[in-house]
C-alpha cells in the first residue's frame, strides 16, 4: 500500500496542477497523511528549476497551515480525530510515550527536529503539541523556520546542483537532518545541564 501511494504522490509531479497538489500533500502531510511532501517537491523543483524557490515557499506555507490544523486536531479534537488517525498509521503508542516522556522545552525542541528532518514525523508532534497546550504563536513561529528551512535548503540544493543532487537527497537527507537535530538535541541537552 506504502509503494502505491508513493507512486501515485511522483505521478502528480507530471500534471499541469502540481503545484496545487503540492500545497495539499504538504498541509495533509503536517496534520495526518504518510507521505512527505519532499516526494513531490523534489521532482518539481528539478523539472522546473527556475519555480523551486517558489515551489518552496509553497511547501512551507501549507505545511505550516497543515502543522496549525494539527494542532487545533490535538487541542480540541484528539479523542474524536486524532487518536483514530494516530492508531491508523500505528503512531498511538509513539503518542502516548512521548505525551508522558517530554517536557514543554523537549516539545519545542521536538518541533525543530520533526519539521527538519520528520524525527518523530510532523503529524505526530503537531498533534502533540496541541494536546499539550503549546502556545500556538510559538508553534507557528518553530514551524516556520523548521519547515522553511527544510524546503529552502532543498530548492537551494536543487537550483545548484540539480539532478546530480537529487541522488543524494533521496538517499542521505535523512540522515544529514538526523545529524543536525543530534547536534541541535545535545545543545539542548549541554544548555540544560550547564545552564
Known amino acids: 500500500m506504502l509503494r502505491r501511494l508513493y507512486d501515485w504522490t511522483m505521478s502528480l509531479a507530471a500534471r499541469k496542477s502540481a503545484e496545487v497538489w503540492l500545497a495539499v500533500i504538504a498541509f495533509v502531510e503536517s496534520s495526518f497523511f ?27 506555507i501549507f505545511s505550516v497551515l497543515g502543522g496549525i490544523a494539527g494542532w487545533y486536531i490535538g487541542h480540541y479534537a484528539f479523542e474524536a ?16 510515550a512521548l505525551k508522558v516522556s517530554v517536557g514543554y522545552e523537549t516539545l519545542l525542541l521536538l518541533l525543530v527536529t520533526s519539521g527538519l528532518s520528520h524525527l518523530p514525523p510532523i503529524k505526530v508532534v503537531t498533534i502533540l503539541a496541541g494536546a499539550m ?20 535548503l532543498l530548492a537551494w540544493l536543487l537550483r545548484n546542483y540539480g539532478e546530480n543532487i537529487r541522488h543524494f537527497i533521496e538517499k542521505r537527507l535523512g540522515m544529514i537532518a538526523g545529524v543536525a537535530c543530534a547536534v541541535l538535541i545535545v545543545a539542548f541537552a549541554a544548555y540544560r545541564v550547564f545552564a
Open 34 to 60: 504518510l507521505v512527505p511532501a519532499d516526494v513531490l517537491f523534489l521532482p518539481m523543483a528539478l523539472s522546473r528549476p527556475e519555480r523551486a524557490w517558489r515551489y518552496a515557499i509553497v511547501a512551507t
Open 81 to 96: 480525530i486524532a487518536a483514530p488517525v494516530l492508531e491508523f498509521y500505528g503512531k498511538l503508542d509513539t503518542f502516548e
Open 133 to 152: 497546550g503549546v502556545n500556538l504563536g510559538l508553534f507557528i513561529v518553530s514551524a516556520i523556520v523548521a519547515r522553511g528551512a527544510r524546503f529552502l
